[in-house]
């Protein structure tokens, strides 16, 4: 049954109140026809719960803005939705990929995470390509996907909004991985379900990494919200040593935007529920609303967290990945890296739940600290302990 307007509906009653179920709830495919953004196929989801998301088709189907009851949680850079077209991935020594960086969802990857690097290419036996520079956080976030369906799916009295695409990043003596992304969101729900596979679809041995940079930002990011997670240990911290403290801004309660602000960056290592998944989120306590992401630990066994908290970019990070933040050299030394064959794939499984009002904000605060007790020092000493990925 669909939940929606505080009463439950049958498929045969929705359809009696409306012509269409777009009235309530759909998704529906636009483009953008201005500025940088000119161009770009977009996808727009209404539930009908008040949750409204957009999907960028023609930048790898990230999501661009989520808002809910009329709150935007989603980010808007000042780059913009740029049009995949303008973008240039080895542009002022690999941070062109700033020029890029906007929305709620930025994937990285395909073969490639973190910042610049220049890995060996001898699994691609081919001479004149010694090696393959990388630029931050890889290629695969500004490629156009091949959208290859999207609607309304009924099964009994429950209907699911849905999108599906291949992203192909790919080259002749190279890489040909495809990452085949579907979105799913229930009619009447809050929440998000975004399935991916990376499969390798060439026959060279290629290596794999995947990081997803999920960016809630303000109203829910304001002076006194929380960062919320199932922390056991807090192992990294970009800014650590005697400038720890420098800017005043701790791991977990968030300030106003700052001005002169530069960038901070945690690894943390998290506790898994008994189903093996991991619950992160930014809650803003006068708003009783709160934004989780939930990721599995077998799939992304390692988390960051990103402050951008500059006036004017205001946002924080809440970035699963499938390396440590030591980057693509530590991950080959420590056989940490994954290697796809021919055929081999990798799935993740996410869900982006919304959580609305005082009780419910408390229900997921209270569920997150059953797990982990996370510190309540906002300038935890880090570890140094990068626990062993194994199995890849």
């Not at 009619?187 to 990376?198: F, Q």
């Not at 799939?299 to 500059?310: A, K, R």
């Amino acid at each position: 049954m669909v939940q929606l307007f505080g009463r439950t509906f049958s498929r045969r009653e929705l359809a009696e109140h409306s012509g269409m179920l777009s009235q309530f709830a759909g998704v529906r495919l636009t483009t953008l026809g201005d500025g940088v953004e000119r161009g770009i196929r977009m996808l727009e989801f209404r539930t009908g719960s008040g949750l409204r998301f957009t999907v960028l088709v023609d930048r790898a189907m990230d999501i661009a803005d989520l808002d809910y009851q009329g709150t935007s949680i989603g980010w808007h850079s000042p780059a913009g939705f740029r049009n995949a077209f303008l973008h240039e991935y080895e542009g002022e020594g690999g941070l062109g990929w700033m020029r890029s960086f906007s929305g709620l969802l930025v994937t990285c990857g395909l073969d490639h995470i973190l910042f610049m690097h220049e890995a060996p290419a001898d699994s691609y036996v081919y001479g004149p390509r010694k090696t393959v520079k990388h630029s931050l956080h890889g290629r695969v976030g500004t490629i156009p996907a091949r959208l290859t369906g999207y609607g309304e799916a009924w099964d009994g009295d429950e209907c699911t909004l849905w999108a599906e695409g291949v992203v192909q990043q790919s080259t002749v003596f190279g890489e040909d991985l495809h990452l085949i992304r579907r979105i799913e969101a229930q009619v009447g729900s809050s929440e998000i379900k975004l399935t991916d596979r990376v499969v390798n679809h060439g026959f060279y041995k290629t290596p794999h990494m995947y990081c997803y940079h999920i960016n809630p930002a303000a109203p829910l990011l304001e002076e006194g919200a929380q960062y919320v997670a199932p922390i056991e240990e807090v192992v990294w911290a970009a800014h650590a040593g005697a400038d720890y403290r420098k800017q005043g801004v701790g791991y977990r309660t968030l300030p106003a935007p700052q001005k002169n602000f530069h960038e901070q960056v945690w690894q943390h290592e998290m506790k898994a529920d008994a189903n093996g998944l991991v619950p992160v989120a930014l809650v803003n306590d006068r708003l009783g609303l709160a934004f989780e992401v939930e990721t599995r630990k077998d799939q992304f066994p390692c988390q960051f967290e990103w402050q951008n908290l500059q006036a004017g970019q205001y946002a924080i990070g809440l970035e699963p990945s499938t390396n440590h933040v030591l980057g693509q050299t530590y991950a080959r030394e420590h056989n940490e890296l994954i290697w796809l064959e021919h055929g081999d794939e990798r799935r993740y499984d996410t869900t982006f739940r919304i959580h609305a009002g005082k009780d419910a904000t408390a229900a997921l605060e209270q569920r997150i600290a059953g797990l982990a007790v996370q510190p309540t020092d906002e300038y935890p000493t880090p570890t140094g302990h990068h626990r062993p990925i194994r199995g890849r």
